[in-house]
């Protein structure tokens, strides 16, 4: 939605009012989180201002199909290597080699990154969005574990982005008067969905490695190349099926891991 936007910055606000709202619904119907877990809910806030910023240029600067495969190709690795210093999480060697099979699938939808074509500020801004995803991920997941209750953490996590999404809109002014009612139902439905699936990659961090649940999530990007392919037509398709097939191989050995 941002990257197809004229204007991103008001998709981007609607996307976190629809965060926003999904985070008040669930934080009336949740009990409150720990006071351990308030200081990561605090840094997470911070840590998606910097999200937010990176997003919106890599999209301005580059296409989606290379910003988007290289920003969470390296999320998972990263997100293993933050749970092992900072949350003391040991992976087996098949998990590893798992993490790792899966992330070179995501990157290989990108393509060549040495290309002349590929400016090297879209690059490094979408590499340095990747890092960002990884340390909220291992922020977000430390926390819900302090937090004695999931819905509680997960739900206050996003009443928190109203902070942001404030910000935004002051940024617009009055461009957030002459906002098409289509465009604001689009947003606000997309933040919620946004939301909701965020939302659930937390909660699974309550229950499994972080780095194991990292490189699930990522997998979103084969389901995107996949309906490209088959619904949009967009080619080259071979690329697509070869990294999907690597990327389900890389799944494979993490399932192999956790039994």
């Given amino acids: 939605m941002m990257k197809a936007s004229a204007d991103r910055l008001v998709v981007l606000g609607l996307l976190s009012t629809g965060h926003v709202v999904f985070g008040v619904v669930l934080a009336l119907q949740s009990p409150l989180p720990d006071v351990a877990s308030w200081g990561y809910i605090a840094a997470s806030t911070v840590i998606h201002f910097a999200y937010y910023f990176l997003l919106y240029h890599s999209y301005r600067l580059g296409d989606l199909s290379h910003v988007y495969p290289i920003a969470r190709g390296m999320s998972p690795v990263l997100v293993a290597l933050g749970a092992q210093v900072f949350a003391g999480e040991s992976l087996p060697v098949l998990a590893w080699l798992g993490i790792l099979v899966a992330s070179g699938g995501i990157f290989m939808l990108a393509g060549n990154l040495f290309k002349r074509q590929l400016p090297p500020i879209m690059v490094l801004t979408a590499m340095a969005t990747g890092t960002i995803i990884a340390m909220y991920s291992v922020v977000d997941g430390m926390g819900v574990r302090a937090a004695g209750t999931p819905r509680g953490y997960i739900g206050w996590l996003f009443v928190m982005e109203g902070i942001a999404a404030g910000f935004i809109f002051l940024r617009l002014g009055r461009r957030m008067w002459y906002i098409r009612r289509n465009t604001l139902v689009?947003?606000?439905?997309?933040?919620?969905?946004?939301?909701?699936?965020?939302?659930?990659?937390?909660?699974?961090?309550?229950?499994?490695?972080?780095?194991m649940v990292s490189t699930l999530r990522e997998t979103s990007v084969i389901f995107a190349a996949l309906i490209g392919v088959v619904i949009l037509h967009e080619r080259p398709w071979?690329?697509?099926?070869?990294?999907?097939?690597?990327?389900a191989v890389g799944v494979m050995l993490l399932g192999g891991a956790m039994h």
């Fill in 186 to 211: 689009l947003g606000i439905s997309g933040g919620v969905i946004s939301a909701l699936a965020y939302g659930l990659v937390i909660y699974a961090n309550s229950l499994a490695p972080l780095g």
């Fill in 238 to 247: 071979k690329r697509r099926v070869v990294a999907s097939v690597v990327v």
